[in-house]
T-cell receptor, first 116, second 113 residues
Framework: GQQVMQIPQYQHVQEGEDFTTYCNSSTTLSNIQWYKQRPGGHPVFLIQLVKSGEVKKQKRLTFQFGEAKKNSSLHITATQTTDVGTYFCARSGRDSANFGNEKLTFGTGTRLTIIP | DGGITQSPKYLFRKEGQNVTLSCEQNLNHDAMYWYRQDPGQGLRLIYYSQIVNDFQKGDIAEGYSVSREKKESFPLTVTSAQKNPTAFYLC????????????FGPGTRLTVL
């Protein structure tokens, strides 16, 4: 299937340290979406990247899409306790089993915990 | 107040019983999705629907069934055929096309005893 590998699975950082999660694919991605899920909550959309080499920023969060469109990263500068949660990347793709309908395939997520 | 709602938040059932999880949205979205999330894992797609009266199996559809009789509603039935039904179930909706962000409901945590 059209899987995306996400690393690391877990990350523990001291408050104020930086954090990065990576999303990798063996095939070219048409786009990549990032979601955040707080503990006990539901995923919330953060951003979508579409263009090769694209970089987008949201305050302390920086999202990158690789030049070859096979990987993406999310970097958080100077983490805060509000950053705790699991970060998922998701790729879109045609569902070959269902007449080419498009669907999202989520990565396994990176769970970020902050040590105050 | 626009959004997507799921009920109930927690659900307990005995093994062998079918159970239906509710998902309603008033965002006027065409597409709706059901995902399953197990502890420490990502989201796996169960079923999705791009339009009323049509739906497709996702990656783990066995033991589940859905209906899409109304645009606003996409209920999921967990049947007794589902071997490991205990999980966190998330419903989502979006405008048609996966270039659009998905909006998630709060989820239903199902425990089968």
């Amino acid at each position: 299937g059209q899987q995306v590998m996400q690393i690391p699975q877990y990350q523990h950082v001291q408050e104020g340290e930086d954090f990065t999660t990576y999303c990798n694919s063996s095939t070219t991605l048409s786009n990549i979406q990032w979601y955040k899920q707080r503990p006990g909550g539901h995923p919330v959309f953060l951003i979508q990247l579409v263009k090769s080499g694209e970089v987008k920023k949201q305050k302390r969060l920086t999202f990158q899409f690789g030049e070859a469109k096979k990987n993406s990263s999310l970097h958080i500068t100077a983490t805060q306790t509000t950053d705790v949660g699991t970060y998922f990347c998701a790729r879109s793709g045609r569902d070959s089993a269902n007449f080419g309908n498009e669907k999202l395939t989520f990565g396994t997520g990176t769970r970020l915990t902050i040590i105050p | 107040d626009g959004g997507i709602t799921q009920s109930p938040k927690y659900l307990f059932r005995k093994e062998g019983q079918n159970v239906t999880l509710s998902c309603e949205q008033n965002l006027n979205h065409d597409a709706m999705y059901w995902y399953r999330q197990d502890p420490g894992q990502g989201l796996r797609l169960i079923y999705y629907s791009q339009i009323v009266n049509d739906f497709q199996k996702g990656d783990i559809a066995e033991g589940y069934s859905v209906s899409r009789e109304k645009k606003e509603s996409f209920p999921l039935t967990v049947t007794s055929a589902q071997k490991n039904p205990t999980a966190f179930y998330l419903c989502a909706s979006s405008h048609q096309g996966v270039l659009n962000e998905q909006f998630f409901g709060p989820g239903t945590r199902l425990t089968v005893l």
